[in-house]
């Protein structure tokens, strides 16, 4: 299917109303939280410096964080591809014996698809951020990358839960966070594996930084004797003090809190003499397009930090949700990431389903351009623009290079409006059928301002 | 002093009035206007789709004739103002006559209400616009891209004309150039958006500094029929009666 067919089919269902609200709410959060924030600005501007001096040396800040982790007596695995990164962590549980585990909120681990790995595998990981839960309770796929479950309201959750945990409906919050939370409680008690991602990586320390907002993070890395960490190969910040500044724009971004409730920073296998934590420690690098996504025109992209901002921000994601994009990574980041990571051959319709109003870029924490690398992927693939609008390009081309043709054409179609419209305005156009089928369009007037001017003039 | 009015391709073809009113106001602020007869299209459309060859070939024709005139280069839309100062001189780059011609243009250009309220300190003329009631609707290039959102209301508030707020003004209001063709659901969708809160906000006229925005609005509201109308700051402030 492609990108206009999903739009289509997702406004013939009806886009659940939640989507926009949410969207909308999480953006408004988030102007209110840069306004309370004076160095909101300053820090947007350090952030981004931060990222952008990590991404352009990032083969030096990889090496400093793998050999930073082994010191701490963990281990790192480069995973080439998703394929890799899933081969490494399923060998794991096989040779630890593992069946059960629990995870953090991954959204890496969803581009890996991780989870239908370890289930092939016969090992039973549980999602425990409480969104995710739904989502994958539903057998779905998040719709957010920080609010999976945006598309669902209280009253399709608690039939789910009823549906899905046996459990008698209510669609009151509390009362279903209270059944999430005992279903989830036991499986965090008796999971061998805990999973997580990583929102940063310290190359200095070699340590690992979560946030959350249900403690599931700190739970998942505690409790369970093994914690695989899946990291992005461009996850990296130097050390702790520019781990601070991100921390300063990431949730003020996201959600518009000052700092998420829970900050977990992991160094590592629990020491001798340390109450609790993990026996053994992974971390899996990822790659999986991101070398290449590194070396290309594009490459801003890899100082995203996954706030979901932007999301929230852009009309079209708001319009037409997350499930629409195909990816998933869906919104502006998506629309630029996914080409990137997985092939703009396939993917080619995201980065042209835009208006380029800039909304995205307005929000961005690292102030990454999102229009230019949009208009940047479609120079691309022109080949795929429709052939009638490519002809249509050359030839206004051909006419507004000769000042003399270009005058006379606009005087030409004056005769368009004269033979054609009502009012001024045409109602089907067939060449324009795209525009036509939505709007009227403004018929050429009956005097070109170039003919007018002359006159004006004479 | 003299000023350039690079007055865009689709008001010269769809909105002459706009231009019309363009120069009213130029010359109401004192200025001597002159009007690059060989202008044509500031390559826009092409730039956004990422057709850099019909792009490149429509800026250094731009070029060519704006670089040879004086004075300030006046634009009564945001978008091609911004493509005048942002992308054509990242269209010409690695050409290095063009690059010189496109920084010297760039720092020319001027949005037309940014010209009049920073530049020009212009003070429009009273008009009721026939007792219309305004909303403005906020371009996104206009607005991300030169940084206008408070000049084209404080004009509208100092001509004296009723003015009411639209919820969501810097919304996109789904044109897009191609996007529109390319996508039409979700373009109509963002326009029907747009078009609701208009109608909801109880104007009767709305107004924008885009005429590529103003006719996608217009568009919509005409296929339902709405008496709202939309018209370009340039058309209110010149007097034009709704």
């Known amino acids: 299917m492609t990108f206009r067919e999903r739009i289509q089919g997702a406004f013939a269902e009806g886009v659940p109303i939640a989507i926009d609200r949410g969207a909308r709410g999480h953006y408004e959060h988030r102007l209110e939280a840069a306004a309370a924030f004076p160095q909101m600005e300053v820090m947007r501007d350090r952030a981004r410096r931060i990222r952008a001096e990590v991404i352009a040396e990032l083969d030096v800040h990889l090496r400093r964080f793998a050999d930073s982790v082994i010191r701490n007596g963990g281990s790192v695995f480069f995973a080439a591809d998703a394929a890799e990164a899933n081969e490494y962590i399923v060998n794991l549980a096989r040779e630890e014996g593992v069946t059960r585990a629990v995870k953090v909120k991954s959204m890496l681990t969803e581009e890996i698809r991780l989870n239908d790995a370890l289930a092939a595998a016969g090992v039973e990981a549980v999602e425990t951020d409480l969104g995710e839960f739904i989502v994958q309770l539903a057998g779905e796929r998040p719709s957010h990358i920080i609010a999976p479950v945006l598309h669902k309201d209280r009253y399709q959750i608690g039939e789910l839960f009823a549906e899905k945990l046996g459990v008698d409906y209510t669609d009151d919050p509390g009362t279903l966070n209270d059944i999430a939370r005992t279903y989830l409680r036991k499986r965090f008690l008796t999971a061998e594996m805990g999973i997580s991602g990583a929102n940063f990586a310290v190359a200095e320390d070699g340590a690992i930084a979560l946030v959350t907002n249900e403690g599931n993070g700190r739970l998942c890395t505690t409790v369970p004797r093994i914690h695989v960490a899946v990291v992005g190969m461009e996850r990296l910040v130097r050390d702790r003090e520019d781990l601070a500044v991100m921390f300063e724009v990431l949730a003020r971004s996201a959600t518009g809190q000052a700092l998420s409730t829970y900050t977990n920073i992991v160094t590592g296998p629990r020491r001798s003499g340390e109450p609790d934590g993990p026996d053994q420690f992974h971390v899996v690098i990822v790659d999986n397009g991101r070398s290449a996504t590194l070396g290309s025109e594009v490459a801003e992209i890899l100082y995203c930090i996954r706030c979901g901002a932007c999301l929230n921000a852009c009309p079209v994601y708001r319009h037409v949700g997350g499930h629409a994009y195909g990816s998933v990574y869906p919104g502006p980041i998506g629309k630029v990431l996914t080409p990137s990571l997985f092939g703009l051959e396939e993917w080619h319709e995201l980065p042209a389903t835009s208006s380029l109003c800039g909304a995205c870029q307005e929000v961005c924490p690292v102030r990454i351009d999102i229009p230019s690398l949009l208009v940047e992927l479609r120079r691309r693939s022109t080949g795929t623009v429709p052939a009638g609008v490519r002809r249509g390009l050359a030839a206004y081309a051909g006419v507004t290079t000769r000042p003399w043709l270009f005058r006379l054409v606009t005087r030409l179609a004056t005769w368009v409006g004269k033979l054609w419209s009502r009012d001024g305005w045409m109602r089907r156009v067939p060449v324009l059928r795209g525009w036509t089928e939505e709007r009227d369009l403004p018929a050429p007037a009956p005097e070109t301002f170039h003919d007018w001017w002359r006159k004006r003039g004479a | ?242």
């Not at chain 2, 309220?117 to 030169?146: F, I, K, M, N, W």
């Not at chain 2, 639209?166 to 958006?193: K, Q």
């Open chain 2, 1 to 242: 002093m003299r000023v350039q009015l690079f007055v865009t391709c689709l008001v010269n073809s769809l909105y002459p009035n706009v231009g019309k009113a363009t120069v009213a106001l130029l010359e109401r602020a004192g200025y001597q206007v002159e009007f690059p007869v060989d202008q044509t299209c500031c390559g826009q459309p092409a730039y956004n789709g990422g057709f850099d060859t019909e792009a490149q070939a429509q800026t250094k024709q731009t070029l060519d004739v704006l670089d040879a005139t004086e004075g300030p280069i006046v634009v009564p839309s945001g978008s091609c103002a911004a493509m005048l100062i942002h992308h054509s001189p990242e269209l010409v780059a690695d050409d290095p006559r063009y690059r010189l011609k496109a920084e010297r243009v760039a720092a020319r250009t001027r949005e037309l209400t940014q010209f009049l309220v920073e530049d020009a300190g212009y003070e429009p003329a009273t008009t009721d616009c026939g007792g219309c009631t305004a909303t403005y609707h906020a371009s996104c290039h206009a607005l991300r891209g030169l940084g206008i959102r408070e000049q084209p209301k404080a004009l509208l508030d100092a001509a004296g004309v009723d003015r009411v707020e639209l919820e969501g003004e810097d919304e996109c209001c789904g044109f897009g150039g191609l996007f529109s063709i390319e996508a039409p659901e979700v373009s109509g969708a963002m326009m029907n958006t747009k078009i609701d809160r208009i109608e909801a906000s109880g104007a009767d006229v709305v107004v924008g500094v885009d005429v590529s925005c103003l006719m996608n609005i217009g568009g919509g509201l005409r296929r339902r029929n709405s008496s709202v109308v939309t018209k370009h700051l340039a058309e209110i402030l010149a007097g034009d009666v709704v």
